[in-house]
């Protein structure tokens, strides 16, 4: 009998611990942001880019040109291949295969900078759509904020994105 009563008060034990649980969960305010359309939206993101460009248009003019002039030694080895002799088609394979390495030495180079920059960048970017969502947070009194990518179903009315949008592209 001791045995049943130690049961039943631990099964309204546990019952009153998930109803207050539950309760507790229903007063929360929960947030869901969409980073993916915030950076499509927001105005220093393109702006980022259009800079980003600008900085690294010579060396990729650079590497563009390395580009043409190798395409141009390989078509005319197979234009005048058959013309040249076995010195002259060494002389343009030579000269081919060092452009080429300069190519791809320099475009590594290239792509690393640009990586680099742009982590540097977005990075900046981030902390400010960061601030933006703890601004709205707190002035909204939400206790949790998920990114949308981890939520598997929302209502529109819990989403702040579009309001996260709005700030940040207030600010420089």
């Not at 019952?15 to 929960?30: P, Y």
């Amino acid at each position: 009998m001791k045995k049943f009563i130690k049961s039943i008060a631990i099964v309204t034990a546990a019952s009153s611990f998930l109803l207050a649980s539950s309760a507790m969960a229903a007063d929360q305010k929960i947030g869901v942001v969409n980073f993916q359309e915030i950076m499509g939206k927001i105005p220093q993101a393109s702006a980022v880019m259009q800079s980003l460009e600008a900085e690294f248009k010579d060396e990729q003019a650079g590497l563009t040109a390395l580009e043409k002039d190798i395409k141009y030694l390989q078509e005319k080895k197979k234009r005048d291949g058959s013309l040249m002799s076995a010195k002259e088609k060494e002389a343009l394979d030579k000269e081919i295969g060092e452009k080429y390495k300069d190519y791809q030495t320099r475009g590594q180079a290239f792509q690393q900078k640009v990586n680099v920059r742009q982590q540097e960048e977005q990075s900046k970017i981030i902390a400010l759509v960061r601030q933006a969502i703890d601004n709205i947070a707190a002035k909204g009194k939400f206790d949790l904020v998920l990114e949308q990518k981890s939520v598997v179903y929302n209502k529109p009315e819990h989403s702040i994105t579009s309001q996260v949008v709005e700030q940040v592209s207030k600010l420089k």
